[in-house]
């Protein structure tokens, strides 16, 4: 499936371009932004190129399994959303998000999220969609919370981060289980 478009009451899921990498690296290169998020502070543009080549190289993927889009608010890009597929036997996904600071604590992460849960659902034929969150960020768990996952526990040294362990809690949801806020 390509391209992806998911619209939400105030974003807009996009696949990512190449004149998109100021934009991403205005947030990946927030050391702020990495201590929450399983890969380093982008050390600079050539960083940020990068990930949007392989993201836009997967993207075109026959059978593709990574859907990373833009988040954007009147095209203005505030950060990235995933949704992979983990084990198509099984109908197994994960979703990750990441916003730039100045967009944080105005419900746009939950609204990135529910539309990644139900493009998961509705499109992809998810049976169970999981995601991770960093023990100290307490916004994202409440994110994932307010989609509908439920806590299923703790996962000890889950990520070797810049040299460090780190463990990480972990979120479900069934596509059998209620869905609140499905419009974000």
């Known amino acids: 499936m390509f391209p992806i478009r998911l619209v939400g009451p105030r974003i807009t899921l996009r696949e990512l371009r190449d004149t998109d990498v100021a934009a991403v690296f205005s947030y990946a290169g927030n050391p702020e932004v990495a201590r929450h998020v399983p890969w380093s502070t982008h050390a600079g543009l050539a960083d940020s190129e990068e990930f949007?080549?392989?993201?836009?190289?997967?993207?075109?993927?026959?059978?593709?399994?990574?859907?990373?889009?833009?988040?954007?608010?009147?095209?203005?890009?505030?950060?990235?959303?995933?949704?992979?597929?983990?084990?198509?036997?099984?109908?197994?996904?994960?979703?990750?998000?990441?916003?730039?600071?100045?967009?944080?604590?105005?419900?746009f992460g939950t609204e990135?999220?529910?539309l990644l849960r139900d493009?998961?659902?509705?499109?992809?034929?998810?049976?169970?969609?999981?995601?991770t969150a960093h023990p100290d960020n307490v916004g994202s768990q409440r994110v994932l919370e307010k989609i509908g996952m439920r806590?299923?526990?703790?996962?000890?040294?889950?990520?070797?981060?810049?040299?460090?362990?780190?463990?990480?809690?972990?979120?479900?949801?069934?596509?059998?289980?209620?869905?609140?806020?499905?419009?974000?």
């Open 151 to 184: 806590y299923e526990g703790r996962i000890r040294d889950h990520m070797l981060v810049d040299g460090t362990w780190r463990d990480s809690l972990s979120y479900a949801i069934l596509e059998t289980d209620p869905r609140p806020n499905r419009d974000g």
């Open 112 to 114: 990135v999220a529910g």
């Open 52 to 107: 949007v080549r392989d993201v836009l190289t997967k993207a075109r993927a026959d059978q593709r399994s990574i859907y990373a889009l833009a988040v954007t608010v009147d095209d203005q890009l505030i950060g990235t959303g995933r949704i992979s597929i983990v084990n198509s036997q099984y109908r197994r996904g994960d979703i990750g998000y990441v916003l730039h600071p100045d967009w944080w604590s105005q419900g």
């Open 119 to 131: 493009f998961g659902f509705d499109r992809l034929g998810l049976r169970r969609i999981e995601a």
